[in-house]
């Protein structure tokens, strides 16, 4: 039997639970996980000069300028193990990047299979990335209240150091939540007159979002 490949692009506001979500889905499905502000983040660890040129504008809040995030999907989309599909986690943040990623995988013969939005207040958000603690290891991803870990300040996973990112204080997730009002949240649009939208309430617990997500997906992952 010849499976085709399945694409699904997780869209939602900073702090929806996109990560913790993409990590589950990429898993169950075996997808390439694709997140451009992990790709972001380990190029601005390891010094390269497109993590010098990105770290200013992540740092403020901003969209870090299309072309650049561009070429770093490109490379992923063009990997051996994005071949049985991806999880775009991030990406797209603007209508030209879903115009850009339309044009990549129509050289794949591949579309968008299906976006899955997930919904949640700004007040909830707030308290959400401002009590995350990332793994700069392994990518593990807690919160002192909800995922606190056993010993405090260090990853369940593999025992490293647990850091808050640079751009989850409080005044930097506030433009955050501009920037996703004026340049992502019209992609909601964009999928919903092709079909391919689904909103799943992203404000429950993280196992019954991925329920619900898993059942959103329905046939289209059959
Ligand atoms: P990026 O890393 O993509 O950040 P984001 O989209 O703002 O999303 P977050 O990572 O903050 O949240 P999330 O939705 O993944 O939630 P998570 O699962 O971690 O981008 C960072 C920056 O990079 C951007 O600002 C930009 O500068 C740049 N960038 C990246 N991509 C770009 C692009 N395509 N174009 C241009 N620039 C780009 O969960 C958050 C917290 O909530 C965690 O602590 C988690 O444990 C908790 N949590 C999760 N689910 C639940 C739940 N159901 N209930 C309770 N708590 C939960």
Redesign the pocket.
Known sequence: MVTRALDVI?L???????????KRIAAAFELLHI???????DEVAKDTSLGEE?KG??N???????A??GKM?AKRLHSQQAALGCVY??????TA?AVLLDGLLSELNRRVDVVLY?G?PDA?ILA??T????CPTCGA???VV??PPIAEGVCDRCGAALVQ?N??REGV?RE?LR??GEHTAPLLKYYNARRILREVD?????D??FRRLREAMGNVSA
């Not at 997140?35 to 983040?41: A, E, F, Y």
């Not at 009590?131 to 990332?134: D, L």
């Open positions: 997780l939602g506001p900073p702090g929806a639970g996109k990560g913790t979500q993409a997140s451009t502000g992990d790709l972001l983040r990105a504008y992540m403020r809040g901003e969209l870090v300028p299309d650049l995030v999907l986690d991030g990406y797209p943040r603007t990047q997930l949640v909830d959400r990335i009590g995350r603690r990332s991803v807690h919160h909800t995922l990112r751009d989850d997730v955050r920037v996703y992203g404000a429950v617990a993280p019954e979002v």
